[in-house]
């Protein structure tokens, strides 16, 4: 049988979803509570992959399970074996013929950092402390020229191996309360390190070190060099995936 299942994580301490051989994936963790839980081997498969030290509170997954349980159950089933920085949230089967990686349609990430003359250990694994105040009507600025289809090139980890760098963005919001600032972008798929170095940008007209202009011409032109930095991966989470209908009911 197949199910879908809602997956939170504090990826601190893991390589990433994807089962590497170089350290411990979040993706291995439930292959080794499903082991654990029915004695099969079990391939869990993502909306798409996060990368080393990246959260989710609304990562999706697919797996194909022989053993007779109730779907709503395999969550408590699992967690019973998981390490406590990963959680199965929610548990269902899955529509006919759902995939959850090809069928999801947005996802949407948050990029959280605070701003603060020192940093705060309580909440340095989540954010990224930024020292003095950070200009939330610039970050919004310029959040609003990724906005729509665009040549994501410049904002492309060089190693990442893609067919195409185009990508939708379908919304890029920033909120912000008392020192924490938080960025939303919604899109219907992101490059390897997008957001991470769209954050990077934002905060790099946000300080005057970047114009509109360049990142309007990085958009058109694929030049790295009018991009910001890539922002630290403890920033960024995971936050949900639509499939345009609701999966756990």
């Not at 994936?25 to 391939?43: H, I, K, P, T, Y």
């Not at 069928?103 to 020292?131: E, F, G, Q, W």
């Not at 990442?160 to 760098?165: E, G, I």
């Amino acid at each position: 049988m197949r199910y879908v299942l809602k997956v939170a994580y504090d990826g601190t301490d893991y390589c990433g979803w994807q089962v590497q051989a170089n350290g411990y994936s979040v993706q291995q963790a439930l292959a080794d509570a499903a082991r654990a839980a029915f004695g099969e081997e079990v391939v869990f498969t993502a909306s798409g992959r996060t990368d080393s030290g990246v959260h989710a509170a609304g990562q999706v997954c697919h797996a194909d399970i022989f053993a007779n349980i109730p779907p709503a159950r395999l969550a408590d089933a699992l967690n019973c074996h998981l390490p406590q920085s990963v959680a199965v949230v929610s548990s269902a089967a899955s529509p006919p013929g759902f995939d959850a990686n090809r069928s999801a349609k947005k996802k949407t990430y948050v990029y959280s950092m605070y701003c603060s003359p020192r940093r705060n250990p309580l909440k340095d694994r989540y954010s990224v402390h930024i020292r003095g105040a950070i200009d939330t009507a610039r970050l919004k600025e310029a959040a609003s020229l990724f906005v729509g289809e665009h040549d994501f090139k410049a904002y492309c980890a060089s190693r990442s191996q893609v067919k195409t760098t185009v990508r939708t963005v379908y919304s890029a919001d920033v909120a912000a309360e008392g020192e924490d600032v938080k960025i939303y972008v919604c899109g219907g798929g992101f490059l390897y390190n997008m957001v991470r170095t769209m954050a990077g940008t934002m905060l790099g007209y946000a300080s005057g070190t970047l114009s509109l202009g360049d990142i309007s011409l990085s958009l058109s032109s694929g030049d790295r060099s009018l991009v910001g930095k890539t922002m630290p991966a403890r920033g960024l989470m995971l936050l949900e995936v639509d499939y345009g209908s609701e999966l756990f009911g």
